[in-house]
């Protein structure tokens, strides 16, 4: 009776730190303001540069970034400041106009479509 017991509590240890690992790994998707190959190279960059970010991927016909993180060190509102730190919006954040201003011509959303 009490080897059952034991066992039974491993089991529920167990089970608890894969449903707690589970949690911890999120995925997001963000729409970004990106318009080429390069703000898909900054953007990706610039996201998984941010601690606890394990993947980022950037659609560029779609311009938006799926992203893997862990929650339990970072959240979907440090990922958008990351974004628009990189002169890029990220859904309802805005693109930091210092970091915009650096971007090539191509990239600017202003742009988009005029260079090609
Ligand atoms: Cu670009």
Same mark, same amino acid.
């Given at each position: 009776m009490?080897?059952?017991?034991?066992?039974?509590?491993?089991?529920?240890?167990v089970?608890?730190?894969?449903?707690?690992?589970?949690?911890?790994?999120s995925?997001? #998707?963000?729409?970004?303001?990106?318009?080429? /190959?390069?703000?898909?190279? !900054?953007? &990706?960059? *610039? @996201? =998984?540069?941010?601690?606890?970010?394990? #993947?980022?991927?950037?659609?560029?016909?779609? /311009?938006?970034?799926?992203? !893997?993180? &862990?929650? *339990? @060190? =970072?959240?979907?509102?440090?990922?958008?400041?990351?974004?628009?730190?990189?002169?890029?919006?990220?859904d309802?954040?805005?693109?930091?106009?210092?970091?915009?201003?650096?971007?090539?011509?191509?990239?600017?959303?202003?742009?988009?479509?005029?260079?090609?």
């Amino acid at each position: 009776m009490k080897k059952l017991t034991l066992s039974s509590i491993v089991a529920v240890l167990v089970f608890f730190n894969i449903t707690v690992k589970a949690q911890t790994s999120s995925e997001i #998707k963000i729409t970004t303001s990106s318009v080429c /190959k390069m703000c898909k190279k !900054t953007i &990706d960059k *610039a @996201i =998984t540069a941010e601690k606890g970010v394990s #993947k980022s991927s950037l659609d560029v016909p779609t /311009k938006v970034v799926t992203v !893997t993180y &862990d929650a *339990a @060190i =970072t959240n979907p509102d440090k990922i958008r400041l990351a974004i628009s730190n990189a002169g890029y919006d990220a859904d309802a954040v805005k693109a930091n106009p210092k970091a915009y201003k650096k971007l090539d011509d191509c990239c600017k959303k202003e742009n988009e479509g005029k260079m090609e």
